[in-house]
């Protein structure tokens, strides 16, 4: 009779305490569901786990491109495939192409279809004369120009090369106050009679100006 009194009593006090905890899990759930309860709570390997996420004050935008973003964008896209050249490259030279022809108040779809024309979009490219790089730069002529770059080896850093190119591009453009005789005294070929050279360039850019024109377009979208 004791026996059995003491199983019963057993048995409820286990039945309680199983009761018991159902209850303290029950609660933390209500807790939980409640928002920051159970931030409140101590021991709980730290208040930093419940810490409500921030709040997001209207929709997240993506950067916007500038026109001469969109421009350089495109030109780098059709340059590269079109000379199967890795975009990440051809970036670089249409970087480089923008700021010298900002600087030297050159067109920078002019500069880069002279690259094209040249070099085909070569760094390390070198003729039988000695004309190095992106934009054929005969050194012995030009080392005015690259004194301040650290001599002729510089020409086959491709901004150096741009950048002299440009500069000479450039003063060419300022003595005969024509592009295309420019051109053809860039090549060495001012006397040529059909300008051959010039119109090689003149072609390339045209290819670069309808990229350019899309890009506005698309501003205007």
């Not at 051809?90 to 002279?114: C, F, K």
Request: hydrophobic share 45%; aromatic share 8%; proline share 4%.
């Amino acid at each position: 009779m004791t026996k059995s009194f003491a199983g019963r009593a057993y048995s409820g006090a286990k039945s309680m305490l199983a009761f018991i905890g159902l209850a303290a899990v029950g609660g933390l759930m209500i807790l939980a569901l409640q928002g920051d309860g159970l931030k409140r709570l101590p021991g709980l390997a730290g208040d930093a786990w419940f810490e409500p996420a921030a709040e997001v004050s209207g929709p997240i935008q993506a950067a916007v491109e500038t026109p001469v973003e969109r421009e350089q964008r495109l030109v780098t896209e059709f340059i590269a495939k079109r000379y199967r050249v890795s975009e990440a490259a051809v970036s670089s030279y249409v970087d480089a192409a923008y700021r010298a022809g900002e600087q030297y108040s050159v067109d920078p779809l002019l500069i880069l279809a002279v690259v094209a024309v040249e070099s085909r979009y070569n760094p390390v490219a070198e003729s039988v004369v000695g004309a190095k790089g992106l934009m054929q730069v005969i050194p012995k002529y030009h080392l005015d120009k690259l004194s301040d770059h650290g001599g002729e080896h510089a020409l086959l850093e491709p901004e150096v090369n741009i950048q002299v190119g440009t500069q000479i591009l450039r003063e060419y453009q300022r003595r005969f106050r024509d592009t295309e005789t420019a051109l053809q005294a860039y090549a060495g070929a001012f006397d040529e009679p059909t300008s051959q050279y010039a119109n090689k360039v003149f072609a390339e850019r045209a290819r670069l100006e309808i990229l350019r024109r899309q890009a506005k377009k698309q501003q205007s979208v």
